[in-house]
C-alpha cells in the first residue's frame, strides 16, 4: 500500500508515530538513554518551536501529539529528532543498521473526543501492553510525571560535531564538555486549555488511574502480572518480537462523522491538486535539466508555502 501525501493543514493537531526496524527492541530504556532522548527533543523544540502536547518513547515505538505550524516544520523537527535518536541509539547499543523502519506516520485528529482518545492512548502506555502495572512506572522518556505533578522535563544534548572536531584536533575531550540541558515545554491540548494547571492535572491523574484500574483487571481476568521494570531492562535491545500486533493506521482521527469526512474530502482534493503539480513537473523537467551540466542532480524543491503567508506582513 502506498504511503498517503504529507497532508497537515496549518496549526493542526496531529499525532506522529515513529517505528523502529523491524519491531526490534532499539529504544529499550536506561537511563542515559532516557536522558539523551529527553535532550534530543528539547534541542529540536528550541530549534524548531514546536508545540508539543505529550509524548511517550517504548522499547519499539515513539508517539508524539504536537499541532505544527505547517508541514515543513513538522518535517523538520522529526527529521532532527529521528535523525539524532538513531545516531545516539546506534552508538549505544552498538546497532550497525538503520534505526526506523521507514519515515514518521502523521495523522491530523480533528475533534475534541478525538484529542482525549489519543492523549488516553499515549498516557496508557506501559500498562496497556501489560509491561507495567501503572503508566507512570515505565523507566522510559514519557510525559505523565510532567502532565500531573508538573515536574520538569530535562534531558542532555550532546554536540556530538564539536566533540568529533575537538578529538580530530587533538584536545583532550571530557564527557560533559560538549553537553547541554534542554527542557521540554508541554503545550496544554486545545481541549483542555481551558481549564487551570491544577486541573488539568487532577484530570490527568484521573485518566491515569482509570487506566491503571483497567489495566489491573485485564490482568486479573486473564491471569497474568505485568513483566515488571527490572524484566523489561533486562532485554537485549537488538532483540526482535516474534510478530508486533499493529493494525493499519487510519487516515484521521475524527470521532464526529462530519469532522472526519470534511478532512478526508480536503485531502482528496489536495491529493488531486498534487497529481496535477507532478505531472506539470513532468512536463517541465526536461526544460529545467538543461539548465544544469551532465551528470549532476538538479536541487530538490523547496517548501511551498502558501501566498497569503509570504505576503503577510510580520508581527510587531
Same mark, same amino acid.
Given at each position: 500500500?502506498?504511503?498517503?501525501?504529507?497532508f497537515?493543514?496549518?496549526? &493542526?493537531?496531529?499525532?506522529?508515530?515513529?517505528?523502529?526496524?523491524?519491531?526490534?527492541?532499539?529504544?529499550?530504556p536506561?537511563?542515559e538513554?532516557?536522558d539523551?532522548?529527553?535532550?534530543?527533543?528539547?534541542?529540536?523544540?528550541?530549534l524548531?518551536?514546536?508545540?508539543?502536547?505529550?509524548?511517550v518513547?517504548?522499547?519499539?515505538?515513539a508517539?508524539f501529539?504536537?499541532?505544527?505550524?505547517?508541514?515543513?516544520?513538522?518535517a523538520?523537527?522529526?527529521?532532527?529528532?529521528?535523525?539524532?535518536?538513531?545516531?545516539? %541509539?546506534?552508538?549505544?547499543?552498538?546497532?550497525?543498521?538503520?534505526?526506523?523502519?521507514?519515515?514518521?506516520?502523521? !495523522?491530523?485528529?480533528?475533534?475534541?473526543?478525538? @484529542?482525549?482518545?489519543?492523549?488516553?492512548?499515549?498516557?496508557?502506555?506501559?500498562?496497556?501492553?501489560?509491561?507495567?502495572?501503572?503508566?507512570?512506572?515505565?523507566p522510559?522518556?514519557?510525559? !505523565?510525571?510532567?502532565?500531573?505533578?508538573?515536574e520538569?522535563?530535562?534531558?542532555?544534548?550532546?554536540d556530538?560535531?564539536a566533540?568529533?572536531?575537538?578529538?580530530?584536533r587533538?584536545?583532550?575531550?571530557?564527557?560533559?564538555?560538549?553537553?547541554?540541558?534542554?527542557?521540554?515545554?508541554l503545550?496544554?491540548?486545545?481541549?483542555l @486549555?481551558?481549564?487551570?494547571?491544577?486541573?488539568?492535572? &487532577?484530570?490527568?491523574?484521573? %485518566?491515569?488511574?482509570?487506566?491503571?484500574? @483497567?489495566?489491573?483487571?485485564?490482568?486479573?481476568?486473564?491471569?497474568?502480572?505485568?513483566?515488571?521494570?527490572?524484566? !523489561?531492562?533486562?532485554?537485549?535491545?537488538?532483540?526482535?518480537?516474534?510478530g508486533p500486533?499493529?493494525s493499519?493506521?487510519?487516515?484521521?482521527?475524527?470521532?464526529?462523522?462530519?469532522?472526519?469526512?470534511?478532512?478526508?474530502?480536503?485531502?482528496?482534493?489536495?491529493?488531486?491538486?498534487?497529481?496535477?503539480? %507532478?505531472?506539470?513537473?513532468?512536463?517541465?523537467?526536461?526544460?529545467?535539466?538543461?539548465?544544469?551540466?551532465?551528470?549532476?542532480?538538479?536541487?530538490?524543491?523547496?517548501f511551498?508555502?502558501?501566498?497569503?503567508?509570504?505576503?503577510?506582513?510580520?508581527?510587531?
Amino acid at each position: 500500500m502506498a504511503r498517503p501525501l504529507r497532508f497537515v493543514p496549518a496549526n &493542526a493537531l496531529v499525532e506522529v508515530t515513529t517505528r523502529t526496524l523491524q519491531g526490534r527492541l532499539l529504544l529499550k530504556p536506561s537511563p542515559e538513554l532516557t536522558d539523551i532522548i529527553l535532550g534530543v527533543i528539547g534541542k529540536a523544540q528550541n530549534l524548531y518551536r514546536m508545540s508539543i502536547h505529550a509524548f511517550v518513547v517504548v522499547s519499539t515505538h515513539a508517539h508524539f501529539l504536537c499541532s505544527p505550524s505547517s508541514a515543513d516544520q513538522l518535517a523538520r523537527f522529526m527529521q532532527f529528532v529521528n535523525a539524532n535518536i538513531a545516531k545516539e %541509539v546506534g552508538r549505544l547499543h552498538q546497532w550497525p543498521e538503520r534505526v526506523w523502519s521507514r519515515r514518521y506516520r502523521c !495523522i491530523p485528529i480533528v475533534d475534541e473526543q478525538a @484529542a482525549h482518545a489519543r492523549l488516553r492512548y499515549l498516557l496508557g502506555h506501559g500498562a496497556k501492553e501489560d509491561l507495567v502495572s501503572t503508566p507512570g512506572a515505565w523507566p522510559g522518556p514519557n510525559c !505523565i510525571a510532567a502532565l500531573t505533578r508538573g515536574e520538569i522535563l530535562r534531558g542532555t544534548w550532546f554536540d556530538r560535531s564539536a566533540e568529533y572536531s575537538a578529538r580530530q584536533r587533538g584536545d583532550n575531550v571530557l564527557p560533559s564538555q560538549f553537553a547541554t540541558s534542554f527542557d521540554i515545554t508541554l503545550t496544554p491540548l486545545p481541549c483542555l @486549555a481551558h481549564l487551570n494547571p491544577d486541573q488539568r492535572q &487532577a484530570h490527568l491523574r484521573r %485518566v491515569v488511574a482509570e487506566i491503571e484500574v @483497567a489495566a489491573h483487571a485485564a490482568n486479573q481476568a486473564q491471569g497474568r502480572a505485568p513483566m515488571g521494570v527490572a524484566a !523489561i531492562l533486562a532485554q537485549h535491545p537488538h532483540h526482535r518480537p516474534a510478530g508486533p500486533d499493529r493494525s493499519p493506521a487510519p487516515l484521521v482521527h475524527a470521532r464526529d462523522k462530519q469532522k472526519g469526512d470534511e478532512y478526508r474530502a480536503a485531502y482528496r482534493a489536495f491529493a488531486a491538486d498534487f497529481r496535477k503539480g %507532478v505531472a506539470g513537473l513532468i512536463a517541465h523537467a526536461k526544460e529545467i535539466t538543461r539548465l544544469f551540466p551532465d551528470w549532476a542532480f538538479p536541487p530538490a524543491l523547496p517548501f511551498k508555502t502558501p501566498a497569503a503567508a509570504v505576503s503577510a506582513p510580520a508581527a510587531a
